[in-house]
Each structure stands twice: as structure tokens, then as C-alpha cells.
């Protein structure tokens, strides 16, 4: 055996499935989501956090809706 087959046969899998028995094609999707997950929270830390104060989405009025009670609803945080 080369060096190759044995570290193939040797190494623990990635993902392994404890029930069921999925095809290809579901097998593909979960490992896409997992690399997709994976990648997705070594990006997140070197992403500067925004406070609640400085983001924009804060200035932004949530739409009136005319009727009665409204005046009372539009003091009150949407």
C-alpha cells in the first residue's frame, strides 16, 4: 500500500450518516450547506459588529397605519 491509501483508509470522515439512506443527491445538498456554514463563521469574527446606535435601518419609521387607536399606537416602538 503507498502512503496515500493508507491515510485514505485511516482518515475519519468529515460527515458520516447515522440513520437513513440518503442518495447522491441529498448527500451533495447537506455537505454544501455544512461547507456553506463553516465558511460562512470564519468570515463573521474579522466582520467589524455595528452598534444598534450607528446602524442606519434605526432611522428608518416603520409605515403608519391610519384607523382608530392609531395615535396611541404611534408613540409605541414598531
Known amino acids: 500500500m503507498s502512503d496515500e491509501q493508507t491515510t485514505e483508509t485511516t482518515a475519519r470522515p468529515l460527515l458520516r450518516v447515522v440513520r437513513g439512506n440518503p442518495d447522491d443527491a441529498e448527500l451533495a445538498a447537506v455537505t454544501a450547506v455544512v461547507a ?19 446602524d442606519p435601518a434605526a ?8 384607523g382608530p387607536g392609531a395615535w396611541r399606537a404611534s408613540a409605541l416602538p414598531g
Open 36 to 54: 456553506a456554514a463553516a465558511s460562512g463563521e470564519a468570515s463573521a469574527p474579522d466582520a467589524p459588529r455595528r452598534s444598534r446606535w450607528s
Open 59 to 66: 432611522r428608518l419609521r416603520t409605515p403608519l397605519r391610519p
